[in-house]
């Protein structure tokens, strides 16, 4: 397995060509967002990762809160400095350690959440620093002036956005160069590409990293009716995986896994190929070896022009998947 160092964006950051996000690997509160997670197994997962060239984590401190960042914290101890950090920052926490589901990003909590952040994660600094959501009572240009600092100060290393308009990015931008922004990407989900913000991103030689390449799951063929999910998964609430979608969206996947078949991958592996063909990081998200390991595989399947069109023919560009979150989440998104 060939797993390359890529830059992700213009600003000097080397990261491999596919990362791990680690969001699963912990519950949320009471819950788990995919099903129940096994902490060594999960920690097993960073270290092969890293075994096999893989060495870009994603976590944030809403994941638990805070235990996403204190498992990693556990998986890189000894050798913080062989791996690439991402985490986020926005959605606010309290002294009490609970999510209010506010979003905040004054200069105040950016200096609030950075400090409890480095203390998760047991380091003295994070390679790539995102703000995870908008705050809209809050100018971005008050909120990267204060992660900037972050930059000076040897805190943070780079600065990224996650689900922002292009009108946000440039904003941004013109504050402190961004290096990467983060949006779900996948064949269900290609809004960034219809609202412009990949070739805003282009122009501006800022990185895409892509959450949910295999659509939630969807993509990976192995769920099959809503019973598939663990009765506390977050995915039962979303739009897709409602019956006004769902078994739509089992044909479209029944016809990407025909051409899987003929290629003799499984259908993942073609759905992270066809999201790393156009340039782009995914960072699929397991919290097991075996998974890992598969979803690896496809840094080096090269998808021809054929297959391509094949493909995007099947889930043409504005085909209706079912939006990817609840009405509550998607309001949020910029």
């Given at each position: 397995?060939?797993?390359k160092k890529i830059?992700?964006?213009?600003?000097?950051?080397e990261?491999a060509?596919m990362?791990?996000?680690?969001?699963g690997?912990?519950?949320?509160e009471?819950?788990?967002?995919?099903?129940?997670a096994?902490?060594?197994?999960?920690?097993?997962?960073?270290?092969r990762?890293?075994e096999l060239?893989?060495?870009f984590?994603d976590?944030a401190?809403?994941?638990g809160?805070?235990k996403n960042?204190?498992?990693?914290?556990?998986?890189?101890a000894?050798?913080?400095?062989?791996?690439?950090?991402?985490t986020?920052?926005g959605?606010?926490i309290?002294?009490?350690?609970?999510?209010?589901?506010?979003?905040k990003a004054?200069?105040?909590y950016?200096?609030k959440s950075v400090?409890?952040?480095?203390?998760?994660?047991?380091?003295d600094?994070?390679?790539?620093?995102?703000?995870?959501r908008?705050?809209?009572?809050?100018?971005i240009?008050?909120?990267?002036g204060?992660?900037?600092?972050?930059?000076k100060e040897?805190?943070?290393?780079y600065?990224?956005?996650s689900?922002?308009s292009?009108?946000?990015?440039?904003?941004?931008?013109?504050?402190?160069?961004?290096?990467?922004?983060?949006?779900?990407y996948?064949l269900?989900?290609?809004t960034?590409?219809?609202?412009g913000?990949l070739?805003t991103l282009?122009?501006l030689?800022?990185g895409?990293?892509?959450?949910?390449?295999?659509?939630r799951g969807?993509?990976?063929?192995?769920?099959?009716?809503?019973?598939d999910?663990p009765e506390?998964d977050?995915?039962r609430a979303i739009p897709?995986?409602?019956?006004?979608?769902f078994?739509?969206n089992?044909k479209?996947?029944?016809a990407i896994n025909?051409?899987?078949?003929?290629?003799?991958?499984?259908p993942a592996?073609?759905?992270?190929?066809?999201v790393?063909?156009k340039?782009i990081?995914p960072i699929?998200?397991t919290?097991r070896r075996?998974y890992?390991?598969q979803?690896?595989?496809?840094?080096?399947i090269q998808?021809?022009?054929?297959?391509?069109?094949?493909l995007e023919?099947?889930?043409?560009?504005?085909t209706?998947?079912g939006?990817p979150y609840?009405?509550?989440?998607?309001g949020?998104?910029d």
């Amino acid at each position: 397995m060939d797993i390359k160092k890529i830059k992700l964006g213009t600003q000097g950051l080397e990261v491999a060509e596919m990362g791990l996000g680690c969001m699963g690997m912990t519950g949320f509160e009471d819950a788990h967002m995919y099903g129940p997670a096994d902490e060594q197994e999960a920690i097993a997962t960073i270290h092969r990762s890293l075994e096999l060239g893989g060495n870009f984590l994603d976590t944030a401190d809403l994941y638990g809160p805070f235990k996403n960042e204190q498992l990693i914290a556990k998986a890189i101890a000894g050798k913080r400095n062989q791996y690439t950090i991402a985490t986020k920052f926005g959605w606010e926490i309290n002294d009490e350690n609970k999510v209010t589901w506010a979003i905040k990003a004054t200069k105040a909590y950016v200096k609030k959440s950075v400090e409890r952040s480095l203390k998760n994660l047991n380091t003295d600094y994070i390679d790539l620093y995102y703000l995870h959501r908008l705050d809209r009572n809050t100018p971005i240009e008050e909120t990267v002036g204060a992660m900037a600092e972050l930059v000076k100060e040897g805190k943070i290393g780079y600065i990224g956005l996650s689900e922002v308009s292009s009108e946000t990015v440039r904003s941004a931008h013109a504050v402190h160069p961004v290096t990467a922004v983060q949006s779900e990407y996948s064949l269900f989900e290609r809004t960034v590409e219809e609202r412009g913000v990949l070739e805003t991103l282009k122009s501006l030689g800022i990185g895409f990293v892509a959450y949910s390449p295999l659509g939630r799951g969807f993509l990976s063929g192995a769920i099959k009716s809503i019973d598939d999910l663990p009765e506390n998964d977050f995915r039962r609430a979303i739009p897709r995986f409602q019956e006004e979608h769902f078994h739509k969206n089992i044909k479209l996947v029944e016809a990407i896994n025909n051409l899987a078949d003929e290629k003799n991958i499984t259908p993942a592996q073609l759905a992270l190929a066809w999201v790393m063909s156009k340039g782009i990081l995914p960072i699929p998200g397991t919290k097991r070896r075996k998974y890992l390991e598969q979803n690896l595989v496809a840094a080096n399947i090269q998808l021809s022009d054929a297959d391509l069109l094949r493909l995007e023919s099947i889930v043409p560009l504005g085909t209706d998947t079912g939006k990817p979150y609840d009405e509550f989440s998607m309001g949020l998104i910029d």
